[in-house]
């Protein structure tokens, strides 16, 4: 009996089908054994190897599909991709949602990874991504346009930050909590519009920031980044 199939027997006493097959291609992506644009063997041959039924692994194909893991071309076969942030929004929206997270615990997560992607976005940003922050974001519209409004730039500042830090790790957690961070810049903006002391010092803080970047000084991007959020935490 060799190693995989000592492997298998094991898998297969100890866990459903469906669990076990997908196991399989969990243990070949992580082994390095499957790529991005790797063609995936024919669902016969994956299920003569693991001896299951062929529905077994159209059913767990079809749940990597879902999830963005897995590309189906007509004719060709089916390609290993990694594309799954449709998924995992929705995924962590529904996780938020049902454990109920409060605006304060985005607010602390916000403050930690945007400090961070300052850092790396004041190492790494290129020119036109610090130009397109500004361009993006026109600064100078922060409190002459409504709260709706003024809250699209404000998103669209953020993320480019985001963008700049060069992390993908940053910029794949981001993008699974979007529609939550937007909806929070969306609900604090209204607030903070309100009080025009609050706006104007809100939007010298997103220009200190900026001046930050362009300067590549990163304890004053930090302090303008901690006004930044000092203003959001009055809230």
């Given at each position: ?29 992580l082994s390095g054994e499957l790529k991005i644009n790797d063609k995936i063997l024919p669902e ?56 109920q997270i409060k605006y304060t615990e985005v607010y602390d997560i916000r403050m930690g990874y ?122």
């Amino acid at each position: 009996m060799n190693e995989f199939t000592d492997f298998k027997t094991y898998k297969m006493k100890n866990q459903k089908t469906y669990q076990y097959v997908f196991d399989y291609f969990s243990e070949q992506i992580l082994s390095g054994e499957l790529k991005i644009n790797d063609k995936i063997l024919p669902e016969r041959e994956i299920a003569e190897k693991l001896d299951v039924s062929r529905n077994s692994i159209r059913e767990v194909m079809h749940m990597l599909e879902i999830n963005g893991l897995l590309e189906c071309r007509q004719g060709s076969g089916n390609y290993l991709r990694c594309e799954p942030q449709d998924y995992m929004v929705k995924f962590m929206n529904m996780v938020m949602s049902l454990q109920q997270i409060k605006y304060t615990e985005v607010y602390d997560i916000r403050m930690g990874y945007e400090t961070v992607a300052l850092r790396l976005a004041i190492k790494n940003a290129t020119e036109e991504e610090i130009e397109e922050m500004m361009d993006s974001d026109k600064l100078d519209e922060f409190t002459a346009v409504n709260p709706k409004e003024s809250g699209k730039l404000d998103m669209q500042f953020h993320n480019k930050l985001i963008e700049a830090s060069h992390n993908r790790m940053i910029v794949l957690y981001t993008s699974m909590i979007a529609e939550l961070i937007n909806q929070f810049i969306a609900d604090f903006r209204v607030r903070i519009m309100a009080n025009q002391r609050q706006a104007d010092a809100l939007r010298r803080a997103h220009w200190n920031i900026y001046d930050s970047l362009v300067a590549k000084d990163f304890a004053a991007g930090s302090f303008a980044m901690q006004r930044h959020f000092d203003i959001v935490g009055e809230q």
